[in-house]
């Protein structure tokens, strides 16, 4: 059959890489595609924006699409499943009223509730005045989030009262995000570690995938501004595989439980991030759709076929037996434009893609590239997703930095400690098991 993703980041050309090992798939139409997807056997990019609605059907239905996979937030949010289904084209993805749960922290905030999903204490704010006063209320660290989507960056951490107040004036005031900051969401500050739990569902069912670290930060040590993800990395010792079934009992299937009680399966990616408090598990957020860069690092782990997983999920047929993955650890680290998240050049040549995928269960993904002729040029913030698979979390981080040390572009930036949360976390479990 032939495929259509959409979007193209390094998500997208990470489902593209694995949906093109499938014996299901003829051919993959990605639109619009980005630089390194241009290369691939069998892959062909099409201008058609992924928030194009009415383009993407009709290049459905012109290219005999028989499965659509929605890699960014935006496409879902418009609902593209809803125009898909319409059209009677099957779409690995939620409608636009599950879509919400990403689309608007407040419609999640109010499912969490609603469903028993344990979550942190906020406020919801139409108004910013009202908003400074219940923080000059509340004495304490807070974390201040747009409602709508702001491509990662609509969530600012305040430590201070005049951080607060700073932050709802550049988020509703002065707009920074756009209309998605016409509410704002007020919710206590939360101490722990993030992780990533992602989890396949079919309206009814849900499968957990590994879990999976983010690492949002600009900068080393987690400084610095929030930005789409500076790397990840599978597993993250701080949820293991043992305590997946459990989590997702926690914090997805009540959700999905809920929602199909409101005559709204919810079919596709369900991803929750979670801060690991000394109280127990709190959801920070819901995506809808994979994480980038958590995809990568996934991706690369999962040994089954990831079409026929999507088609079964769509028809409400989702096996456990279906998703397996190896035991190995895999670790992305994203190359950046030097000045992302704020402004940044383009148009940088890059060299030495071919030589890191020289080494052994080493790719590299493409985020924001652009051909031409045949040299790759940088084209966004997030340029490149070098990813490597290890026989455990050092071995993986070592091979990946090992790549990265093969690609030169002016200008470029990236993390050096993706991954070490991890090695230190199995260095503690070690040495307590030892005492």
């Not at 009709?58 to 496409?75: D, H, I, T």
């Not at 995506?287 to 991706?299: T, Y």
């Not at 704020?342 to 148009?347: D, H, N």
Request: glycine letters at 12%; proline letters at 6%; hydrophobic letters at 40%.
């Amino acid at each position: 059959m032939n495929v259509l993703v959409i979007g193209s980041g390094g998500r997208e050309h990470a489902l593209v890489w694995k949906l093109s090992q499938s014996p299901l798939v003829t051919e993959i139409f990605v639109a619009p595609g980005n630089g390194g997807m241009e290369q691939m056997q069998g892959v062909t990019c099409v201008p058609v924006k992924a928030d194009d609605i009415i383009g993407l059907v009709k290049l459905a239905r012109e290219k005999q699409v028989g499965l659509v996979v929605p890699g960014p937030e935006a496409a879902l949010t418009l609902g593209i499943a809803d125009a898909m289904e319409a059209a009677g084209i099957p779409c690995f993805g939620p409608g636009r009223y599950c879509a919400q749960l990403e689309g608007s922290k407040a419609f999640a905030k109010g499912v969490m509730e609603k469903s028993g999903v344990p979550t942190a204490a906020c406020a919801v704010f139409e108004n910013a005045d009202e908003a400074k006063d219940f923080i000059r209320k509340m004495k304490r660290s807070l974390v201040i989030k747009a409602d709508g989507l702001a491509a990662g960056k609509g969530v600012i951490v305040c430590h201070s009262e005049q951080e607060a107040l700073d932050a709802v004036d550049l988020i509703m005031n002065q707009q920074a995000f756009g209309t998605a900051g016409s509410t704002v969401v007020v919710e206590e500050f939360l101490k722990g570690e993030e992780v990533s739990l992602l989890c396949l569902c079919d309206g009814e069912h849900a499968v957990p995938l590994p879990s999976a670290q983010d690492h949002k930060a600009a900068y080393d040590n987690d400084e610095g501004p929030n930005t789409g993800g500076m790397g990840a990395y599978s597993p993250a010792p701080i949820l293991p595989d043992a305590e997946l079934e459990k989590m997702t009992d926690i914090v997805i299937r009540p959700v999905l439980k809920y929602l199909a009680s409101k005559g709204h399966p919810f079919t596709g990616i369900l991803y929750a991030g979670l801060m690991m408090t000394s109280d127990g598990p709190r959801v920070l957020e819901y995506n809808v759709r994979f994480g980038d860069p958590e995809c990568q690092p996934l991706l690369s782990r999962l040994e089954s076929d990831l079409c026929a997983i999507m088609l079964a999920a769509v028809k409400g047929e989702l096996d456990p037996a279906m998703v397996q993955f190896t035991p190995r650890s895999a670790v992305g680290v994203v190359i950046t434009a030097a000045g992302y998240p704020g402004s940044y050049e383009k148009g940088m040549p890059i060299e030495g893609i071919a030589a890191a995928e020289g080494l052994p269960d080493l790719v590299v993904f493409h985020s924001g590239t652009k051909r031409d002729g045949d040299t790759i040029l940088a084209n966004g913030g997030r340029i490149l997703c070098v990813t490597a698979l290890g026989e455990d979390l050092a071995s993986a981080r070592d091979k990946a930095y090992e790549g990265v040390a093969r690609i030169t572009m002016p200008g470029s930036r990236f993390r050096k400690d993706i991954g070490m949360k991890g090695i230190a976390r199995l260095e503690q479990l070690k040495n307590a098991a030892k005492a």
